[in-house]
């Protein structure tokens, strides 16, 4: 009866110590979670919608959880998981154009005057443009000192500024085509704050104002209101639009995106999430009134050394 007993204490004592054993073990152990962790798939990078409006209102930081809950909508709309998507807003020019050199910035959400002033450098594929409480078009005005500006000339030596200002073209072609070519001597320039310019051009400075159609019927509730006059307006431009980046998404994905958006209006909770963006839903864009408003900015734009103007 004792042997086997000291066998199992002999056997007991003629193990090696713990710490021999354990060590290889626990090493084989790290190396195995070391592997496992490698092996693992990495998360994808979530594609990215940028949203950029030079000179309208609000921060990045501000709109970030109205980006958010559109994001997440995009994302069941689209039929794919949460988080495939994220939106960003940028109010200013210089920082949206650095996030859209990212390459997961797949989608631009943008005004015209920066699609057309970016469209060929980004490579922007217009997709679909925005619909609003009074519709999807955009009609941009140019304000002066009531009886100062009734022509094109009468701007010789003014500064012809706005939101919209931030494309010269834009504003000399598509928003003054058809009231003519200021002279030379005027220039236009962009201001994220057209009230303080809509004061100077009240006070008699040689200032014009482009302001869109929201700022146009705020006019009458300025206390300058009353000389202040419209004297040039353009025609029904598009909007917003929703351009593609190039080809970084494509295929099945950048159709399963699109058709998302598009659906965004039909159920009242991610419509809700496009009033709080004040959009009322997306539709394919409008490509004559794009291809106008392109042809207009080109015939507003200097001609190279040399070359005929386009």
Do not use: N
């Amino acid at each position: 009866m004792l042997r086997p007993i000291l066998s199992r204490l002999q056997a007991a004592v003629s193990v090696p110590p713990r710490r021999s054993v354990a060590a290889p073990v626990a090493l084989l152990a790290a190396c195995a979670l070391s592997l496992g962790a490698a092996s693992a798939p990495a998360a994808p990078v979530p594609k990215t919608i940028v949203v950029c409006a030079p000179g309208y209102p609000g921060t990045t930081a501000a709109a970030q959880p109205t980006m958010d809950a559109f994001a997440r909508d995009a994302c069941a709309a689209a039929g794919w998981p949460a988080g495939r998507i994220r939106a960003l807003y940028h109010e200013s020019a210089a920082s949206g154009l650095k996030r859209l050199e990212e390459p997961d910035a797949v989608l631009a959400l943008v005004s015209l005057p920066f699609f057309l002033q970016h469209e060929v450098a980004l490579r922007l594929v217009p997709r679909l443009q925005v619909v609003q409480g009074a519709g999807a078009t955009e009609t941009w005005s140019l304000v002066a000192k009531r009886g100062r500006v009734t022509s094109a000339a009468a701007l010789d030596g003014f500064e012809i500024t706005g939101v919209a200002g931030y494309s010269p073209e834009f504003v000399l072609g598509a928003v003054l085509g058809g009231f003519g070519s200021p002279p030379q001597t005027a220039r236009v320039t962009f201001t994220p704050s057209p009230l303080a310019a809509l004061r100077r051009a009240a006070a008699g400075e040689p200032v014009a104002v482009v302001v869109d159609a929201a700022q146009a019927t705020a006019l009458a509730s300025l206390p300058f209101g009353a000389d202040l006059e419209i004297v040039a307006r353009s025609t029904a431009l598009p909007g917003t639009v929703l351009c593609a980046v190039g080809a970084r998404l494509k295929g099945a994905d950048l159709d399963a995106l699109i058709g998302g958006l598009q659906k965004l209006h039909t159920r009242s909770d991610w419509a809700g999430t496009l009033a709080g963006l004040r959009m009322t839903r997306f539709e394919p864009v409008d490509k004559a009134a794009l291809d106008a408003a392109r042809k207009a900015c080109a015939a507003a734009r200097p001609a190279p050394p040399g070359k005929p103007r386009p």
